[in-house]
């Protein structure tokens, strides 16, 4: 089995005194590619901020690669893409690529960035408009390109996919894969379950603070589908009302 990238033990928060995690137990391995689904307001994203130490848990531990997350050298394997995604106005997409490669510490690669804008249908003539003047999805392959060309070991996604058409949704899954053949992993969260068991090794449903399920898209039909032809959608269902 392979060793943990993100452990999170009995993890607890608090925003606005409301609580939002309700000891989160979640242990995402390293090199593999895992969902976190919920429902809007499930606590998600406020689990990735505490990843991040965006925002502190009342109680319980947060390891990454085995090191404290409060520790700024323990996320420097990480790469974030947030799910609003915007990059500064001012920037041109190549100086806006070019800045995070200096912040990651790794040299600007003209083929791999290639290759990365055709995965992702990006044009490279595009890169010389600043940013103020991207669409939604053209922004959204802005802030994916970063984080693949970044070279960590473990990606954070929120929404990863968000603003993205059919065609750049299927090519950023074979990139995301592709990372995975080189031994890098993801931790994602998503809406759609579709995705999800399409690309992923394995998914947890965050629901009301709480972790109500852990493992395979498969499993998750088999133990909550109620019928052998159920989808992964019925399954998530049946698992929040259980």
Not at 102 to 109: A, F, G, I, P
Not at 155 to 162: A, I, T, Y
């Amino acid at each position: 089995m392979n060793a943990s990238a993100i452990e999170f033990d009995n993890v607890h928060t608090q925003l606005d005194g409301m609580a939002v995690l309700r000891g989160v137990d979640l242990h995402v391995r390293a090199g593999e590619l895992f969902g976190l689904v919920g429902v809007n307001g499930a606590g998600k994203t406020t689990l990735l901020k505490c990843l991040l130490d965006f925002c502190t848990p009342q109680a319980g531990s947060i390891a990454i690669f085995g090191q404290p997350h409060r520790h700024s050298a323990a996320r420097q394997p990480l790469s974030f893409l947030p799910e609003r995604f915007q990059a500064p106005y001012y920037l041109t997409g190549d100086d806006f690529l070019r800045y995070l490669a200096r912040l990651h510490q790794v040299r600007h690669d003209e083929h791999a960035l290639r290759q990365i804008l055709a995965a992702l249908e990006l044009a490279p003539e595009a890169l010389r408009r600043p940013a103020r003047t991207f669409s939604k999805g053209m922004m959204q392959k802005l802030g994916l390109a970063a984080c693949l060309l970044s070279g960590k070991r473990q990606l954070v996604l929120d929404e990863p996919m968000s603003g993205l058409d059919p065609k750049a949704r299927a090519q950023f899954k074979q990139a995301l894969r592709q990372c995975q053949a080189q031994g890098r992993g993801a931790l994602l969260t998503s809406h759609a379950l579709a995705d999800v068991e399409e690309l992923c090794d394995r998914m947890a449903i965050l629901h009301a603070g709480r972790i109500v399920f852990i493992g395979t898209p498969a499993a998750c039909r088999a133990q909550h589908g109620g019928a052998p032809d159920a989808s992964l959608e019925q399954a998530f269902l049946h698992c929040i009302a259980a």
